[in-house]
């Protein structure tokens, strides 16, 4: 790293480990000097920029206090990992994909609820809204998880299963609960359990697992999304830097993790190495499931070019998160990418998070 990106990097960031093997990244000083200056202009309190390569491992932190194995949330980010923890129930035969979803939670009949299956909760076209009409009154009131399950469980489809595209954290949810049936353990115990564990993500929590709310970097939620409680005083107690939100766990959003850890969550699916789901299901799980014309998702991830960022192939996965991260992996290359910021993603376009990692996806 050239001495002026560095001094630059210094007013207010950690500079994490180079690992430097066969392959490099040359746009990585470039992705760094990007979140080093949004971080100097103030418009992001604190990032971590984590790339890899085959042997190739860089980090770099940005911000006061930041490290490179800071815990962020991840916000969306958070699906796939929920969806992973569900998966390993299949690879156990405890449940097939093409089950309706009323074989496990029996109340979930009427109206079409009946034809929903649990592929259609994962590939996003079940019908089911992203948030509750209700979300701000639930969150409000600190409703537990199961709160959520029954008002998602009553709510009305909004359109006949499979035969269109809705991005749904609702059906995230119930996927999630369908797990917790089959399990006998609550979500975040689950993924604690299949996911962290094998895959020893030690810088990890579900909610929050064995860390404090300290021990967190704080969103900036007065730019973060109305349905987030951003920029209301009086959503200080249910936004997503609130105790009551950060001990959810939401399996749509409540998950914490560095983003080495999600590094290592994402390769487990690059290489297909079997430590956390079987390969073969790996591979479903990044292979587009839905129809020509419908936007391409995988199980849990989004898959195809909307995926990544520009310069990515067609094979690559990964997932944005509305806090402020994005993380995606490219076959093509075997290009692994993570940026974890502060900043929601609706409170810059373009994206520091976005323009970064579109300088990964160039190396």
């Known amino acids: 790293m050239n001495r002026r990106l560095f001094l630059q990097m210094g007013l207010g960031c950690v500079l994490g480990q180079r690992i430097v093997g066969a392959t490099e990244m040359p746009n990585f000083d470039t992705a760094a000097s990007i979140l080093a200056e949004a971080v100097r202009s103030r418009q992001i309190a604190a990032a971590v920029l984590h790339v890899a390569r085959r042997d190739f491992r860089q980090s770099a932190a940005f911000g006061p206090g930041v490290v ?37 939670l029996p109340g979930f009949s009427g109206t079409g609820r009946e034809q929903v299956t649990i592929r259609h909760l994962l590939r996003h076209v079940s019908g089911l809204p992203d948030q509750l009409p209700n979300n701000a009154a639930l969150r409000s009131s600190h409703a537990p998880l199961s709160a959520f399950v029954e008002q998602a469980m009553a709510t009305a489809l909004q359109f006949e299963p499979a035969s269109r595209y809705q991005y749904s954290s609702m059906g995230i949810l119930l996927a999630a609960h369908v797990a917790e049936r089959i399990a006998g353990v609550d979500i975040l115990t689950l993924i604690e359990q299949t996911v962290f564990k094998r895959l020893e993500m030690r810088r990890s929590a579900q909610g929050l697992g064995r860390f404090r709310l300290e021990d967190f970097v704080p969103v900036q939620t007065e730019r973060a999304a109305p349905e987030s409680g951003g920029g209301d005083p009086a959503s200080r107690d249910w936004d997503w830097n609130s105790a009551y939100w950060r001990r959810l766990g939401a399996p749509w959003g409540g998950t914490h993790a560095s983003a080495g850890d999600i590094a290592v969550f994402l390769r487990e699916f690059l290489e297909g190495q079997g430590r956390l789901v079987k390969p073969e299901t790996a591979r479903a799980m990044i292979a587009n499931q839905n129809p020509a014309g419908m936007t391409p998702r995988g199980l849990g991830f989004a898959v195809g070019p909307n995926a990544g960022s520009v310069g990515c192939s067609d094979r690559v996965f990964g997932h944005t998160g509305s806090t402020g991260t994005i993380c995606w992996a490219d076959p093509a290359d075997e290009s692994i990418c993570v940026v974890l910021t502060s900043l929601p993603a609706t409170a810059a376009n373009p994206h520091p998070r976005d323009q970064a990692a579109n300088q990964i996806a160039k190396s």
């Open 68 to 104: 490179a194995d800071s815990m962020f949330l991840l916000g969306s980010i958070s699906k796939p990992v929920a969806v992973a923890a569900l998966m390993t129930l299949s690879d156990r035969g405890e449940f097939s994909l093409d089950d309706r979803l009323q074989k496990f």
